[in-house]
T-cell receptor, first 111, second 114 residues
Framework: QQQVKQSPQSLIVQKGGISIINCAYE??????FPWYQQFPGKGPALLIA?????SEKKEGRFTISFNKSAKQFSLHIMDSQPGDSATYFC??????????FGKGTLLTVNP | GAGVSQTPSNKVTEKGKYVELRCDPISGHTALYWYRQSLGQGPEFLIY????????DSGLPNDRFFAVRPEGSVSTLKIQRTERGDSAVYLC????????????FGPGTRLTVL
């Protein structure tokens, strides 16, 4: 049973464009939703995170939109740059402290 | 300061052998987590420690897998009688306390079982 579903599997965007990655979750006990960025050969690094009492959070070019009733959240990368090319994972965490990850989205930003 | 370190970075072993993977968390972090990442997948939870004790080992796939953290700092993930299906990247993460949401990940150990 996949508790966090992520789409698309891969995404190609032109430099300066907007990248959008979507996730849906099933467990209503989740109360923390981070996005991680992973480069080849590296571990995941926290990019931005949100709690369900907030509908949107913005940090620089990165924005999380959160829809509690739909059990969905998304990552928007504005003015996408070639250096943003990486794999992005959404995740969710509940009271059991462990992170449940989506399957990842491979983002390619063409120059 | 130094991040989470993991050794070795790569480990190649033969089916049936025993392996140990080491994780050195960020200094002062009391919570430590192990995840496994198969090719093209997101990390999957294995076990986490709060201090020296394993607080939740529900993600360990079977009794061939075992992890310890005897002094509340460095942790070792031990795999007995390795199988080809164990091939994956094993990631370690730490957080300042168990209640801190942000988990800092190490670079992982890539395990290949021939």
């Amino acid at each position: 049973q996949q508790q966090v579903k992520q789409s698309p599997q891969s995404l190609i965007v032109q430099k300066g464009g907007i990248s959008i990655i979507n996730c849906a979750y099933e467990n209503t006990a989740f109360d923390y939703f981070p996005w991680y960025q992973q480069f080849p050969g590296k571990g995941p690094a926290l990019l931005i995170a949100i709690r369900p009492d907030v509908s949107e959070k913005k940090e620089g070019r990165f924005t999380i939109s959160f829809n509690k009733s739909a059990k969905q959240f998304s990552l928007h990368i504005m003015d996408s740059q070639p250096g943003d090319s990486a794999t992005y994972f959404c995740a969710a965490r509940g009271s059991n402290y462990k992170l449940t990850f989506g399957k990842g989205t491979l983002l390619t930003v063409n120059p | 300061g130094a991040g989470v370190s993991q050794t070795p970075s790569n480990k190649v072993t033969e089916k049936g052998k025993y392996v140990e993977l080491r994780c050195d968390p960020i200094s002062g972090h009391t919570a430590l987590y192990w995840y496994r990442q198969s090719l093209g997948q997101g990390p999957e939870f294995l076990i986490y420690f709060q201090g020296t004790g394993a607080a939740d080992d529900s993600g360990l796939p079977n009794d061939r897998f075992f992890a310890v953290r005897p002094e509340g700092s460095v942790s070792t993930l031990k795999i007995q009688r390795t199988e080809r299906g164990d091939s994956a990247v094993y990631l370690c993460a730490s957080s300042r306390t168990i209640n801190d949401n942000e988990q800092f990940f190490g670079p992982g150990t890539r395990l290949t079982v021939l």
